[in-house]
């Protein structure tokens, strides 16, 4: 049976340093949007960043792209290099028309940075505050207040199928194959965290 969630600190709970990572997938059921969420126990890596790039570093917030060709994307990368690359880049358009099919069981991978708190317990103290082991409460508390002035920005991949453009319903059995890829950007781990969990409900 699957577990059951009702808010995103439910689905992408805190985890603090020292704590155990999970050891296994979970199935997890929204009631009030009746679906179920895979999330894998391995996290998001930098290989999975790398694949993302070209969204992240050409694309914009809110709006749907395909993955241009690879001759798209090398060229985007040349241009960018030697500072002539336009903005928005020629090579990446937004969907004029997008139609986003919901996924039947929606997958959220969730990289260190979305269950990390701000205020994480510092075990390996380097600056000498003392000599016994386990956490360092002046690390700790002034890792927070730097985190706390910084302005951190949470970014969220979406990813799903492009609906054919006779089909008026979100099976995703009707796509056209092609997908499709949206970037939510939040200023901080819970609006992150929401953004997720409110995005399960729809296509991701």
Known sequence: MAE????????????????????????????????????????????????FMW?????????WYERP????????????????LRCPPDELKALDNPRPLSLDVPQIWVSA?????????VFDCMAGHGDFAGKCNQCTVGK???LEKTSLVYTLVLSTFQANEYYSGKNSLSGNGKNIYKMIRCGGREAAAAAAFYAA???I
């Open 144 to 146: 927070r207040e730097a």
């Open 69 to 84: 060709e690879p001759v798209k994307l090398d060229r985007m990368t040349v241009l960018d290099a030697v500072g002539c």
């Open 113 to 121: 940075a979305l269950n990390t708190p701000t205020d994480d317990d």
């Open 55 to 63: 969204l992240l570093k050409f694309g914009g917030p809110e709006q």
């Open 4 to 51: 059951r969630v009702s808010s995103h600190s439910d689905l992408i709970p805190p985890r603090c340093s020292g704590e155990t990572d999970p050891d296994a997938d979970r199935i997890v059921r929204i009631p009030i949007f009746k679906r179920n969420i895979y999330v894998p126990s391995h996290g998001a890596s930098s290989a999975d960043l790398a694949d």
């Open 201 to 203: 409900q729809d296509s």
